[in-house]
């Protein structure tokens, strides 16, 4: 299994945006779905969105309205649009397959830091 590579991260302060992107292999761009997680400092690793193989989406109720997942298929890259970030977004961002047999190792992650 190839490690995803998630890129796009950075330093805004509340109230901004940011789009990550997510380059993944054939195995997990393809499985039943890829989601967005992130793990800030202390805690553990958290899904914040999702989407099918099928365009399907998921988010927990905190991020929705807030954080938009999209897939394009052409180019095997799932984005992760973040409007009205706030200093609690701080965290490292990571893509993978949503289902657990379909994980590939983690990657490095993006660094997503929101200052207040």
């Known amino acids: 299994q190839v490690q995803p590579v998630e890129s796009g991260g950075g330093l805004v302060q509340a109230g901004g945006s940011l789009r990550l992107s997510c380059a993944a292999s054939?195995?997990?761009?393809?499985?039943?779905?890829v989601g967005w997680y992130r793990r800030a400092p202390g805690k553990q690793r958290e899904l914040v969105a999702s989407?099918?193989?099928?365009?399907?989406?998921n988010y927990p109720d905190t991020m929705k309205g807030r954080f938009t997942i999209s897939r394009d298929n052409a180019k095997n890259t799932v984005y992760l649009q973040m409007n009205d970030l706030k200093p609690e977004d701080t965290a490292v961002y990571y893509c993978n397959a949503v289902l657990i047999n379909d994980r590939a190792p983690w990657g490095q992650g993006t660094q997503v830091t929101v200052s207040s």
């Open positions: 054939g195995s997990i761009f393809n499985s039943y779905g």
């Open positions: 989407i099918t193989h099928g365009g399907g989406t």
